[in-house]
């Protein structure tokens, strides 16, 4: 994303807030403004303070009573884009550093030191990447590049691709998605990470030696891929929020700040499709289904 459409959400996020005004003589307030300080709920405005009013475009100033309130979903907003921003620039120089120390090939301890920096770097990068596009999907700053593809290449991808972390689980992941093409109009990468949230997601609440069902069907009009699996399952008290961001259930020392599944969310939705989320409590296992709509022969 370019560096004006970065400044362009961070804008949108700012100035999403809700201005209340109280009683007053000098009658009520309609007025516009930014608010880059988010670190309270009540914001006060010090005196004076000049802003733009919406009705005739004259300068007015705030009341000493007038309250702006920012909720609470606009200030998770703010904080995730200004955190993210931050983190990624000394990430990408420790990326960089582990590269040259792994030019230089280490040995012994030293090699090892090396790999689990490089391991636990991809996985930070992966939650960086995945704030950021929490916070450009909720200001819809998220362009797709769509064209009509096979969703089963997609799955063998996000599949190769994350294997070896089943496999180092001891975990057995089965994908299942028949001979037949699964034709849909999708972004590749962005449906590729919608599969590899979910798989992620599958592993990481999955017991060593559970079984992991990465499928895909059609029916009618649309195409359906689901991630089942033997996990801990989830509470029914907890689905509906599953898809919010930052949303978690019970601690579980698994880690993870509940990102992935509302990324994903946001990411179907912006392909008119829809994301569920089904299970029959703790212990029992999850199903997560991706409904998209197909694309017959023809349509891109």
Same mark, same amino acid.
């Given at each position: ?36 300080? &988010? ?47 931050? &983190?990624?620039?000394? &990430? ?59 969703? !089963? ?34 972004? !590749? ?112």
């Amino acid at each position: 994303m370019s560096a004006e459409a970065d400044r362009a959400a961070t804008t949108s996020v700012q100035s999403r807030v809700q201005i209340e005004t109280s009683a007053s003589p000098a009658g009520p307030y309609s007025a516009s403004m930014a608010i880059a300080q &988010l670190d309270s709920p009540l914001y006060h405005p010090p005196l004076p303070m000049l802003v733009g009013s919406e009705a005739a475009g004259e300068a007015v100033a705030f009341p000493p009573r007038t309250k702006v309130r920012v909720s609470d979903r606009v200030r998770e907003e703010a904080v995730v884009w200004t955190v993210a921003h931050e &983190l990624r620039q000394p &990430l990408s120089v420790m990326t960089i550093a582990v590269a040259v120390m792994e030019h230089d090939s280490p040995s012994g301890a030293s090699a090892q030191a090396t790999a689990v920096m490089g391991r636990q770097l991809k996985q930070m990068s992966r939650i960086v990447d995945d704030l950021l596009d929490a916070a450009r999907l909720s200001t819809g700053k998220v362009p797709l590049v769509t064209q009509r593809l096979d969703v !089963r290449e997609v799955m063998t991808d996000a599949a190769a691709d994350i294997a070896a972390v089943a496999a180092e689980r001891g975990q057995l992941l089965a994908v299942d998605f028949g001979p037949a093409p699964l034709w849909v109009s999708a972004d !590749r990468e962005r449906l590729y990470q919608v599969f590899s949230n979910l798989l992620r997601n599958a592993i990481k609440f999955t017991e060593r030696g559970g079984r992991i069902n990465f499928t895909a069907d059609s029916h009618e009009s649309t195409v359906a891929v689901r991630v089942r699996d033997t996990g801990r399952g989830i509470e029914w008290a907890a689905l509906p929020r599953i898809f919010d961001l930052f949303a978690q259930g019970p601690p579980s020392g698994l880690g993870g700040i509940g990102i992935g599944l509302s990324v994903a969310k946001e990411i179907v939705s912006l392909h008119r499709g829809q994301i569920e989320a089904h299970s029959d409590g703790p212990g029992k296992g999850s199903e997560f289904v991706v409904t998209l709509p197909g694309s017959p022969a023809g349509n891109s």
